[in-house]
């Protein structure tokens, strides 16, 4: 593997399942001078990027669950061919899947090191990816966090509802972005959502058994407390347990509301998720990018729901406030100082995230002329721009000229400010010649 520190980083992204905001990972680590590959399926939308610099296809007729069982051959081939200096996943399965392969010894002793200096301590790899051992691991921790209890079996399943109370939060576990997690009001409901867990969770074993992989016989759902308040998130860039950047948000905007992705975030600072988020990298002796889910209650204080091990797709926005988490982890490849640009939005700033609140309403109020609300549009990236067009007007063909219209007016502002004076810089002058292209 490529080690030498004046080298450009060459960083090899796994996507297993196309996550909408996997092409801004790869964008953010391309605009910091990485060089990016990207292994995924044909339709991958992070390879689309055009900050990315060669494909590995992985082929599967079979869907999500067949990917898992060639990631590592092809993972091998790749590491061989291509030398990554890291592996970073951009999905959940993806997370999932390369730490189970260094847990089952299942690959080359180089690939094996690139994913423990990707990851850290291979001795907190099921914590990480576990919610109820991450809650166990916080209680310890005395970090604040909903009380739990997991039911182990069907005589178990209605001690949650008589611990908890009502409604409360059913979590299913290798799930993310709002999947797997219902909120129920009554014990019908517990047994229907811990039966349809119960037999999802023994088809996902199924496959990871069939990678040679050993897995605990984890319960396969979590009960969690149902805490009134904001949801919010923090993400943080770390090395062998050391923090060194990260950038919290709240959800002003989710869809589905309460359980869905983030489609309008607020930039803040929270002391006690600074803590907490710290506290939990240091324990797990993580490295790469993680990010922590909270509900800040009306008191504001900020109640740990659970992790995400890998890095989450509005990563790119803490440049935007001064905290640059990909700048900041790529300098610590390089052994140099992290970078201290000026801050482009102030704090507290609203940020709808694109696709997702045009995808959820393109006639939304973010995007009326004259908002407060800042347009996440990647204008640095028209190929991925050009691809979300196409599936938004998919999603609402009644609505196709108001998603062009608010697309053509952030180009046309964006070509506007690159040929402003002091502007026009080889760069930006690139981006402008794209973004005219697409729209020609």
Known sequence: MSNSSDASPRILFVSLTNDVGSSRIVA???CRGAICAVMGTPDCLAAASRFNSRTFELGSR?????????VRQELEAV???WSPDRIVPLDEMGSQVLRQLVLGAKVCADLHRVLIASFGDPDHYVTSGSR????????ALGIRAPDFRVPTNWAST???????????????????????????DDESQFLVAYMSAKLKAMAKRMVTRAMGVGVQSDPPLMAQAFIPGTASFRAVACVKGQTLAGVSFVCERQYPAKVGAST???????AEMNASAAALVAHLRCSGFVGFDYIIDASGNAHLIEMNARPIGSIHLGARFGYDLVGSYLADMRAEAAPRDAPTLAKGQLIALFPREMQRCPESDAFAIGSDVFHDIPLNDPPVIAIHRRNLIASHPDQAETIARILDRAIADEISQTRSPGRADRKRATIAHDLTSQQN
């Open 62 to 70: 079979f869907g999500t669950a067949s990917l898992q069982l060639i």
């Open 79 to 81: 590491a061989r061919a």
């Open 264 to 270: 309008i975030v607020r930039q803040i600072d929270h």
């Open 132 to 139: 109820w051992r991450l809650m166990q691991a916080a209680v």
């Open 28 to 30: 953010e680590f391309g």
């Open 158 to 184: 209605r001690d949650p509802g008589r611990h908890l109370g009502y409604p409360l939060v059913l979590k299913r576990e290798s799930t993310c972005g709002g999947a797997g997690v219902t909120i129920v």
